[in-house]
């Protein structure tokens, strides 16, 4: 299993950043699948999370209504449509899967998730 993330970069804020996820799983459909982010000397934090039909979405607080979540299963990708970025959105991204077999619910928390990526960086300047 390998994922894959992509599309960090170094924008100003109020800038735009679309990061994917590629997939390298079996039924890429029936993973949920999130995104946490770690920035420079604080934990990861969880990001975003959709199930495998996009019905059930979960933003954290700290980038509702910027942010958007998305998926294509046909291409086992994940996005995260990043928009009026802002200067603490700055931190290394990840991507993960959640099996919905072991936990049915989708998880806002890292330990429900059982793979992750390598992590795209993300950098805004002010």
Not at 7 to 19: F, N, T, Y
């Amino acid at each position: 299993v390998q994922l894959q993330a992509s599309g960090g970069g170094l924008v100003q804020a109020g800038d735009s950043l679309r990061l994917s996820c590629a997939a390298s799983i079996r039924a890429f459909n029936t993973w949920y699948m999130g995104w946490f982010r770690q920035a420079p000397g604080k934990e990861r934090e969880f990001v975003s999370a959709i199930d495998t039909s996009g019905s059930t979405i979960y933003y954290a607080d700290s980038v509702k209504g910027r942010f958007i979540i998305s998926r294509d299963n046909a291409k086992n990708t994940v996005y995260l449509q990043m928009d009026s970025l802002k200067p603490e959105d700055t931190a290394v991204y990840y991507c993960a899967a959640q099996d919905p077999t072991v936990y049915s619910e989708l998880a806002v928390t890292e330990r429900k998730y059982v793979f992750w990526g390598q992590g795209t960086q993300v950098t805004v300047s002010s």
